[in-house]
């Protein structure tokens, strides 16, 4: 039959696409690929607090931080944040963010309750003690 020349040939049946492990759909926005739609309105949220002025320095996406060195036999455990934000002077000082307390930086992880993990929860709190000077807040 067709179908077995296929199989022998290496075509197989046509697959079907595997639904993401947290049920989230990539979206797009100005020619960046986000995991997430969420993800994709923070970043558009900040962009805008950032085209205003005055408020965001700059603004980073997927930016790798190091929790504890690699050791003989282990990797180092590492996080990569959604974003890190830069405030000025005035944004620093928590005139659209109160919840700044007054850090030059924030990092923002766009989380629902099933991507909560406990290797996340575990890699937050290690973040919080190696940098106490970057607040980490989830974007919900």
């Known amino acids: 039959t067709e179908e077995d020349v296929a199989r022998v040939e290496g075509r197989g049946a046509p697959q079907t ?13 100005d020619g960046i690929l986000f995991d997430s739609a969420k993800e994709a309105r923070a970043y558009q949220t900040l962009k805008a607090i950032a085209d205003r002025g005055g408020l965001i320095a700059k603004f980073e996406r997927q930016v790798p931080f190091v ?3 690699k050791m003989k036999g282990h990797r180092a455990i590492k996080i990569v944040v959604d974003f890190l934000v830069t405030w000025t002077a ?4 928590g005139v659209i963010d109160s919840g700044t307390q007054g850090k030059a930086q924030t990092i923002y992880e766009v989380k629902t309750r099933i991507t909560k993990t406990p290797a996340y ?3 937050r709190k290690l973040f919080a003690a190696k940098y106490p000077g970057i607040e980490f807040r989830e974007w919900e």
Not at 18 to 26: A, L, M
């Open 121 to 123: 929860r575990i890699k």
């Open 17 to 29: 696409a595997k639904p993401s492990k947290y049920h989230n759909i990539k979206k797009e926005v």
């Open 67 to 69: 929790l504890q060195e």
């Open 90 to 93: 005035l944004g620093r000082h």
